[in-house]
């Protein structure tokens, strides 16, 4: 399979004009126009043991949702992460590739893959996209009604965590619930708006903690626990067209195993 058909079924499920302005989602390193996949490596974050990973199996293409190249670069000199995963990239021949907001705004994207994972019905977007089925963040209705309390629980065993980082709501039971994984807190305003009981998102801050204790719950999961599904998604996308491929070689396509989140906790 060739490496420009994965970008192409992978931009026709999250085209790129869904990606927000600040973005850089799309190739990122690479000549794909004629080149045959090996494999690909999937990733929520690009880094240098990322890259050992896919050259130890032979991937010569990482998909991963955070963009590596985000911010300008304005020299390659190996003095941080992001030039020496260049500089490896290159010297080894492999393609980086970056399915960052506009997998979060597509129909069936990150966020449709949290509501799932939290079992939401009738899911609205909370921040539409004018004249396209696409937009930030979902709100939606939980099966059943639940106490506050066991709905954290329920969120701590769904992402994996040990701990949550909440506000104090004076409600006690969570019907509707808005998720934005990643940086969500701007969706804040969207989620009271929509008379949402709980808003789950990965990073919230301090300061927009204050003030909504009549409003709703908060809950803050951490950026990486909020997008640990993706790689779900991106698995799902490229075997599905690797399965319409017209090659006769099987591609691998690999979760890393590793944890590439950087915040620890005790």
């Excluded at 039971?173 to 008379?195: D, I, Q, Y």
């Excluded at 909020?226 to 319409?244: D, G, R």
Aim: hydrophobic residues 40%; charged residues 20%; contains cysteine.
């Amino acid at each position: 399979m060739k490496i420009r058909d994965i970008i192409a079924t992978l931009e026709d499920f999250a085209p790129l004009a869904l990606q927000d302005g600040f973005d850089n989602a799309g190739l990122q390193i690479g000549l794909p126009d004629d080149a045959d996949a090996t494999g690909v490596l999937l990733s929520l974050d690009v880094t240098e043991p990322v890259l050992d990973e896919a050259i130890s199996h032979g991937c010569n293409m990482v998909v991963s949702h955070h963009p590596l190249l985000f911010h300008p670069v304005k020299s390659i000199s190996g003095k941080d992460y992001v030039e020496r995963c260049i500089i490896k990239a290159i010297q080894n021949g492999i393609t980086l590739y970056a399915a960052h907001t506009n997998l979060d705004n597509a129909p069936q994207g990150v966020n449709h893959r949290i509501a799932a994972m939290l079992q939401l019905g009738n899911i609205q977007w909370l921040a539409p996209k004018e004249g396209v089925d696409a937009g930030a963040g979902l709100v939606g209705n939980l099966p059943q009604p639940m106490p506050k309390a066991e709905f954290m629980e329920k969120v701590k065993t769904t992402f994996h965590v040990d701990c949550v980082r909440y506000n104090d709501w004076i409600g006690q039971t969570v019907s509707r619930v808005a998720v934005c994984g990643g940086a969500g807190a701007f969706l804040l305003p969207n989620a009271v708006a929509a008379r949402a009981d709980a808003f789950i998102t990965g990073e919230i801050g301090y300061h927009r903690f204050f003030g909504h204790e009549e409003e709703l719950l908060m809950l803050e999961i951490g950026h990486f626990e909020s997008e640990q599904y993706t790689l779900e998604i991106l698995s799902e996308i490229i075997h599905q067209a690797a399965s319409h491929s017209d090659s006769t070689t099987s591609l691998p396509v690999i979760k890393t195993r590793l944890h590439t989140n950087p915040i620890s906790y005790r």
